[in-house]
């Protein structure tokens, strides 16, 4: 039972959804020849023993005997269906995920009609996936930002200590390899005599070269000089027809720090989002999956990339993941997360 409204909300969605989903996929036997079905979209499955294209004909089955070495052929062999012994879990799984339907793992365990653990595995496959899917895209952030949801152990935590112990020894373990003083400061310029008098001169409006030496009084070479060190600051610009003005120097740093601002409420948006996403339907996670969470809330929260079809065409074309794979995974200490496109 969902321990929240929106959990209680979530669970009665999911129902509706797997009506329709069961209206199409009436059952087992049909749910196991779509996916056979796109395993081998190309009409023929190549014998892993002797390389032999064998064509597919009459209705789809999973295994063959190859025409010319006689050995089996499995078509969804180190395929992603490899070692699927009911397709319909994972088709419906599939279905809910693509209309934004993601519960927890009792939930859907109790919908499907399948084990607790069942359930968390098809996720965390189908999260593994996406996650592969994030590199290059979105905001980088510490999963010390994440601290608060976690409260369940996994096989990394340091033994008899809380499940946030994990993190500690991730942080601990960064701390040691970074080098001391490793962030670059702007230097404040140093400037002569002549460059803050030039400067005091200069504007956003162009001044002449000619009027500076004029005005500060200086000889042609002096002012020279001291123009070109205020560009060596970047404080001043030269334009055409011997023009100087003040560099945007300032109004660079400024938007700099704006942009920055802005780019840091976008990420503590998209940290508090995936904090309420993950509270309201686990409670809480172990340390090690922040960046599998983060993908199923990529699905959760972007429809457009994740629209009906795309996550069992995604896992169509997939290898094979053994829970192996992600028994092992350990999330970096610091992750990609995404909201909308
Ligand atoms: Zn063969």
Same mark, same amino acid.
């Given at each position: 039972m969902p321990f929240n409204q929106s959990g209680n909300e979530n669970l009665g969605k999911a129902l509706l959804f797997l009506k329709e989903f069961d209206a199409e996929n009436l059952d087992e036997k049909i749910c196991e020849l779509k996916a056979l079905q796109i395993c081998c979209r190309l009409g023929f499955t190549i014998c892993k023993h002797c390389n032999h294209h064998q064509m597919l004909k009459g209705e789809l089955q999973r295994m063959y005997r190859c025409d010319v070495c006689r050995k089996e052929i499995w078509i969804t062999g180190g395929s992603f269906f490899d070692h699927v012994r009911k397709f319909r879990? /994972?088709?419906? #799984?599939? $279905? !809910?995920? &693509?209309? *934004?339907?993601?519960?927890? @793992?009792?939930?859907? #365990?109790?919908? !499907?009609?399948?084990?607790?653990?069942?359930? *968390?595995?098809? /996720?965390k496959r189908i999260a593994k996936l996406v996650s592969e899917?994030?590199? *290059?895209? *979105? #905001?980088?952030?510490?999963?010390? &930002?994440?601290?608060?949801?976690?409260c369940r152990r996994t096989i990394e935590t340091p033994a008899r200590q809380s499940p946030l112990a994990e993190e500690v020894e991730i942080q601990k373990r960064l701390a040691l390899c970074e080098p001391e003083g490793s962030i670059e400061e702007l230097k404040e310029p140093e400037l002569t005599t002549n460059e803050v008098a030039?400067? @005091?001169?200069?504007? &956003?409006?162009?001044?002449? $070269?000619? @009027?500076i030496c004029e005005r500060v009084r200086l000889e042609c070479a002096d002012a020279s000089a001291a123009v070109m060190g205020l560009e060596l600051w970047e404080l001043a610009v030269r334009l055409p027809g011997d023009r100087y003005i003040l560099s945007d120097r300032k109004t660079k740093e400024a938007s700099k720090a704006i942009d920055s601002k802005s780019q840091k409420s976008k990420q503590s948006k998209a940290v508090l989002g995936m904090i309420d996403f993950v509270e309201e339907r686990f409670q809480g996670i172990g340390r090690k999956n922040h960046q !599998? /969470?983060? @993908? !199923? /809330?990529?699905? $959760?929260?972007?429809?457009?990339?994740?629209?009906?079809? #795309?996550?069992?065409?995604?896992?169509?074309q997939s290898r094979h993941i053994p829970y192996r794979e992600i028994l092992e995974y350990v999330s970096p200490p610091t992750i990609k997360i995404l909201t909308r496109a």
């Open positions: 879990p /994972y088709l419906a #799984s599939f $279905f !809910l995920l &693509e209309r *934004g339907i993601i519960l927890s @793992a009792s939930d859907l #365990s109790n919908v !499907l009609g399948i084990s607790v653990d069942m359930a *968390g595995k098809i /996720y899917k994030m590199q *290059g895209l *979105g #905001s980088d952030i510490s999963t010390t &930002e994440l601290s608060k949801i976690v030039v400067l @005091a001169l200069l504007s &956003e409006l162009p001044t002449t $070269f000619a @009027a !599998l /969470y983060a @993908a !199923l /809330y990529w699905i $959760f929260v972007d429809r457009k990339r994740w629209g009906p079809g #795309s996550i069992l065409q995604l896992c169509a």
